[in-house]
């Protein structure tokens, strides 16, 4: 489902990546970890698109990242997830509805409590339902692949417990997640192959 091959990647005049490589099959989870500064948010954003290799490869679902047909394959979170402010709750989900073309499952819209937030502004959320509205987003559709950057962050006992309810039964329907996470038990109960990253590089 993924495959990263070789990538490094530069940012402000340094090697931020340096020959990454590592693939995730369809149902299996990869939880990316390693200290502040290994590289884990720029990996995934390179994964989901956002911004471009400057070496290597990678493809999701057999597709280049950051074309269309990968990116419609996958579903992302980034660790500092900020939709415009003026929008609520549901026009976020109604965005990443509409670029798919396919619905939020009303049952992944109710595990996540969307109803209560549907006409609150982006603006005047707490982080957690911040968190929750682009959960919803990453999990519209049926995504192959969800690419998830510290997908706890904001989130109650409670919520995690949905969270880890949601991922589990993702990965159970065959889509491969890659979360980066400092939280070495949340990455146990995805029963999560660690990817571990120092100083831009993998370590064993």
Same mark, same amino acid.
């Given at each position: ?28 989870? &990869? ?38 047909? &990968? ?126 990253? &120092? ?6």
């Amino acid at each position: 489902m993924l495959r990263v091959d070789g990538v490094a990647k530069r940012l402000a005049g340094r090697w931020v990546l340096t020959d990454v490589g590592f693939e995730v099959a369809a149902g299996e989870v &990869a939880g990316v970890t390693g200290p502040n500064g290994a590289g884990k948010s720029t990996l995934l954003a390179l994964i989901a698109g956002v911004t471009s290799v400057d070496r290597g490869r990678i493809t999701v679902d057999g597709a280049a990242a950051g074309t269309v047909a &990968a990116q419609r394959a996958l579903g992302f979170v980034p660790e500092a997830a900020n939709p415009p402010g003026h929008l609520t709750c549901d026009e976020v989900v109604a965005l990443v509805a509409a670029i798919k073309r396919t619905t939020l499952a009303p049952a992944v819209r109710d595990a996540l409590g969307l109803d209560h937030l549907a006409a609150h502004r982006i603006d005047r959320m707490s982080l957690g339902e911040r968190r929750r509205t682009c959960l919803g987003a990453a999990l519209v559709g049926t995504p192959r692949l969800l690419v998830l950057d510290e997908p706890t962050n904001g989130l109650d006992a409670a919520g995690v417990e949905v969270l880890v309810r949601l991922l589990v039964a993702r990965a159970a329907a065959g889509a491969a997640l890659v979360v980066a996470s400092h939280d070495a038990g949340f990455l146990d109960r995805l029963d999560a192959r660690r990817i571990a990253l &120092a100083e831009g590089r993998m370590v064993a």
